[in-house]
Each structure stands twice: as C-alpha cells, then as structure tokens.
C-alpha cells in the first residue's frame, strides 16, 4: 500500500519536474517561462521529497522528516526569487509577446 | 516583563528550535536542549535586527490559510499544466495593477509570497507607495475576476490574521 | 516496482535538465538564462533525492539542501545584479 503512494508521489513529481521545464522550453516569452518553473517545479520537487520522507520513515526506524526542510526551504525561496527575476527583467526591459496586455495606467 | 526579556520574539525561537532538530532529524534528548539554547540565544542576539513587533492575533487562522494555500497550488499547477502543454498561442498573457487594502508589510509580502506561488500568476513589483501590486498573468478572461478571486481567497484572511499592529 | 517507477522518474527528470539546458544556451536575453540557471538547480535537487531513494541512503540530503541554499543566493545575486548594473552606467 505504502509502495503504491510512494510510486505515484515520484511519478507525479518527476512529471510535474518535467512539466516545468517544458514550459521553460516552449512558452514565447520570458515573462510567461517565468511560470513554468516557479510553480510545476516547486510541486514537482515537493513531491519527491515528500515519497522521500516517506521511504525513509518507512526503513529506517523511527520517522525521517528533515525532507520537509527543503520542501519548506524551496516554497518560502521560489516566489522570492520568481519576484526579483520579474522586477530585474522589467527593469532591464526585456522584450514582451505583442498581445501582452499592459497594465491599466494609475 | 522578564519573559519578554528572554523571549524577544517566541515564535521565532519556537522556529528555529523546530528547524534545528529537522536539521539532525532526531529527538535524542541532547539536540532538545542544544536546539532550546541556540533558540533563546539567537533572537536575543539578533533582537536588534528586528525592530518592529507582529504580532499574530489569530495563529489557528494562519494554520488554515496554509492549508488553504496549499490547497490552491495543487488545482494552480493542474490548471498550468494545461496551460503549458496547450497551444501556447492560445494564451493571453498580461499584467495588471492590484489595488492593495492590507497594509502591515508582513501581510504583503505574504500576499506577493501567496500570488506567485498558485494560478498562473507571479508578482513583478510593488508600487513605491505600497498600495498596489504589479502582477504577470500567464492567462486573462476576466481581469476583475482573477482579482475577486485573490481578495476573496487570500487578501481577506490576510486582514484577518495580521490586524493592525 | 519501485526500481521500475524510480528508473521512469530519472528518465523524465533527466529530459527536464536537458530542455532546461538547451533553454541556458539559446536563451535570447540575460534574464532567460537566470531562469534557466534556478530551474536547473531545482531539477538536480529533485536529480539528487531520486538518486537517495535508488540508494536508499539518507547521505544525499546534505547536499540537496546545500544546493537549495546556494541556488536560491546565486539566483538573487544575479537578479541584483541585472537590476544594478544598469543603475551603475
């Protein structure tokens, strides 16, 4: 049973992994790469960390939790490094898809 | 007062007791009262860096708007996904300004924090006054829609958790 | 099975490091390659955990965690920098 919610846990993570590059590779623009990466990815790792944690609860004795470090560590850091990367690339003004629709000016 | 004393800020070291036995991954009883000293020295140390108090007046409310969070990365990331492997000239991307009400600095940058991580959405820069958000989304129907969606589902549980302190 | 699930997950993972990659080398502007640059630390993290699962030996954390931290300092560094070095000229 538990090897089945481990199974899925990697192939879901290694997929959403995956997922995100793809986006990285395909999209047109930089601003719309910038949302492959920072969510598929995140979810992605998550994922394997957590049948990480998992595996190793389930081996070892006594539970192995210190995957949920890095878990925590990668969603408190991607949006933070989403934000500077978006703001360094409007301040350099990198180029934009035409059909972007501009902000409403204030 | 004399708690406050040792305590500057208690759930920092609540925090840092935590991670410290994550980062050994035991509970023997050494690295328990190891991970308690580092974390009444360390805030006390560093207390002069963190001059202005959060207070946190309903910290069950946070629990569930982690949750909550939580909840919506994992439909956001269904929802890009689609997004992603669809035909990429389908897509709408754009930004827009949204209008902040929250107004502690650690409710907004919970929000930015919150809106890069779930729909297809990232925040770009906040306005030098601090009342709005430039945001980036991948996909926009509705402008008025995607910004209803973030006030009701993160903004207002925000205003709730961190009252004006 | 698992050996099975876990032999798929590297093939996917790999194929991800291998798109982010030709993303570094094309990339038309700086900032592309940044982005480039944080998910390919963010695959080899998921790379390094697979690789401690295969094992099954909790060694790999260390350095998982090691690269979390200095990917996410390398990618505010350059961030920073693309953002100052303009207002240097």
Known sequence: MVEWILALLILLGAFFTLVGSIGLLKL???YMRLHGPTKASTLGVGAILIASALHFSRNAEGVSLHEILITLFLFITAPVSAHLMAKAAIHIKVKQVDRTRQPDSK | MAVRRIFPHPLLSFVLWIIWLLLNNTMAMGHVVLGGLLAVIIPWTTSSFWPEKTVLKHPWLLIKYIFVVLYEIMVANIVVTKLILGRSSKLNPGFFHYELQLESPVGIGLLANTISLTPGTVSCDLSEDKRSLLIHSLHIDDVAAIKADIHRKFERPLKDIFVSC | MLDTVIAIAFFLVSVALVLSFI????????????????????????LLILLGIHLNSALYFEAALLIAVMGFIGTLALSKYLMRGDIME
Not at chain 3, 23 to 41: F, M, Q
């Open chain 3, 23 to 46: 993303r570094l080398v094309i990339g038309p502007e700086v900032a592309d390659r940044i982005l480039a640059l944080d998910t390919l630390y963010i695959n080899s993290i998921a």
């Open chain 1, 28 to 30: 047109p623009d930089f």
